[in-house]
């Protein structure tokens, strides 16, 4: 869970592919004016891409918010979307689970290029993924 | 074509250059008409650029090895060129290898690959 320490940096509405690239270089940015290395930068910008595609694609869209707690310095991304929610998160979370566009590694993909991964699904109630990663 | 990507015909080779602003169904649009572009140009090597790519996820990946299974069965080699060292040690993790794909350093060492198995 994001904590209350988290500072809000910025918002991003997911409306449609073209914001799965405005969401990528918002938080590249981030990670950019906080001097993450290369690698760190790739592995999370890579994950938020999977994460926000899944919320366009499959979720109807919904926003992308960035947070940064200091001391330890970390950056945090919640993606939320209004779509009809994972009914089975651990099969969406295997390799090889795919329902429209995606390769199927999407999800779980992502889930191994960060620190903490949270996803919370309810039928008909939506999707939210919160990321963090230490830089 | 959108201006996501450029494609230049330089002796039998399609020379593609993809921006980082590129979006999901731009690069569709490139796959399908990079497919078309090697039977019209009767090219028999397709380089692709991804330098300017910052990140490529298991989407943009799933696409380029796609594109060089599509390549190989119309006859052309398929090189993937400019990767950097952060996408390469990321994708491995996504357990994408990309391994359908030739790929090089850059765009001479391409050059110079296809050159050496005469098909460019």
């Known amino acids: 869970m994001i904590g209350a320490d988290a500072c809000p940096v910025l918002t991003v509405p997911l409306r449609d592919e073209r914001d799965i690239a405005a969401a990528r270089s918002a938080v590249s940015r981030e990670l950019d004016k906080r001097g993450a290395r290369a690698l760190r930068k790739v592995r999370f910008v890579t994950a938020v891409s999977e994460i926000v595609r ?3 694609d499959h979720g109807g869209g919904g926003e992308m918010s960035v ?18 929610g994972i009914a089975d998160i651990d099969e969406a979370l295997q ?34 993924v919160e990321i963090s990663a230490a830089l | 074509m959108t201006d996501a990507a450029s494609i230049y015909h330089v002796e039998n080779v399609l020379l593609v250059a993809i921006r980082d602003n590129i979006t999901d169904t731009d690069i ?27 990140i490529v996820d298991t989407f943009v990946g799933r696409i380029l090895a ?9 006859a052309a080699e398929t090189y993937i060129v400019g990767m950097r060292p952060a996408v390469a040690m990321t994708l491995v993790e996504l357990g994408m ?20 198995s005469r098909l460019a």
Do not use: Y
């Open chain 2, 66 to 74: 796609q594109l060089s299974s599509i390549a190989r069965l119309l």
């Open chain 1, 54 to 56: 899944n919320a366009v």
């Open chain 1, 95 to 128: 390799d090889g689970f795919s329902t429209a566009r995606s390769m199927g590694k999407g999800l779980g993909g992502a889930k191994r290029l960060v620190d903490s991964f949270e996803i919370t699904s309810r039928v008909g109630g939506g999707t939210t």
């Open chain 2, 28 to 54: 569709i649009t490139l796959q399908e008409e990079l497919s078309h572009r090697i039977v019209s140009d009767g090219a028999r090597g397709v380089v692709i650029d991804i330098s300017a790519l910052e």
């Open chain 2, 97 to 116: 290898d990309l391994s359908g794909s030739r790929t090089a350093l850059s765009l001479s060492h391409a050059l110079r690959s296809l050159r050496a």
């Open chain 1, 67 to 84: 947070f940064v707690k200091e001391r330890p310095l970390e950056i945090w991304v919640r993606c939320t979307d209004t779509g009809p």
